[in-house]
């Protein structure tokens, strides 16, 4: 399958700092999305990027798209208490059921210190 | 809107015993359904996808025989553990798409199995 590079593995911060988080892959994504888990809950959808090179925000997180579709970055700013959780990177090869299918990083956790 | 529900959010059974799943969208009808398991501080792997009136189609590796997955309508799956061992245990999440945005994946909020 495809495999999904997502560093750091963990990270410790203190409250206000900002967080830098990236996902590499060997293949070519049509669209790369960032999920956050809270512990015993599904993923929930942060930021979804269709186009190599599009920088997309949602409040204090900002996603991009990498201009060789083979990595993204989210960034966070200034962070707070409830930013805590884990957060996933996902690909997906294309449209439809089958290239639809979402591949996952093994996620970066979070902890921040108040 | 677009939310999914699974129910139980956690069971625990008997070695052998089988368990059931359900999944289902609250506010829409959903095109396709994804089964996938995760394991402690994992990634979730995605076990079978599931569209309504056909068979699902599993990911290699995975055991159709013992993850039984039932699509009967638009608005629920159900993935079932047969003769559960405690390998098993872990925690199951379904995901759901609509037809209006068939590549957005809504999650559920899992359910945790404990195979005693």
């Known amino acids: 399958g495809q495999q999904l590079n997502q560093s750091p593995q963990s990270m410790f911060i203190q409250e206000g700092e900002d967080v830098s988080m990236n996902c590499t892959s060997s293949s070519i994504f049509n669209t790369w999305l960032w999920y956050k888990q809270d512990p015993g809950e599904g993923p929930v959808l942060l930021i979804a990027l269709y186009k190599a090179g599009e920088l997309t925000s949602n409040g204090r997180l900002t996603a991009q798209f990498g201009i060789t579709r083979k990595d993204s970055f989210l960034n966070i700013s200034a962070s707070i208490p409830s930013d805590v959780g884990i957060y996933f990177c996902?690909?997906?090869?294309?449209?439809?059921?089958?290239?639809?299918?979402?591949?996952f990083g093994r996620g970066t956790q979070l902890t921040v210190w108040p | 809107g677009a939310v999914v529900s699974q129910h139980p959010s956690w069971v625990i059974c008997k070695s052998g015993t089988s368990v059931k799943i359900e999944c289902r969208s609250l506010?829409?009808?959903?095109?396709?359904m994804f089964w996938y398991r995760q394991f402690p501080k994992q990634s979730l792997m995605l076990m079978a996808t599931s569209n309504e009136g056909s068979k699902a189609t599993y990911e290699q590796g995975v055991e159709k025989d013992k993850f039984l997955i039932n699509h009967a309508s638009l608005t629920l799956s159900t993935l079932t553990v047969t003769s559960a061992h405690p390998e098993d245990s872990s925690f199951y999440i379904c995901?759901?798409?609509?037809?209006?945005?068939?590549?957005?994946?809504?999650f559920g909020p899992g359910t945790r199995l404990t195979v005693l």
């Open positions: 506010d829409f009808q959903a095109t396709t």
């Open positions: 995901s759901a798409t609509t037809p209006r945005s068939t590549d957005t994946q809504y």
């Open positions: 996902a690909g997906q090869l294309g449209r439809g059921s089958t290239l639809g299918r979402l591949y």
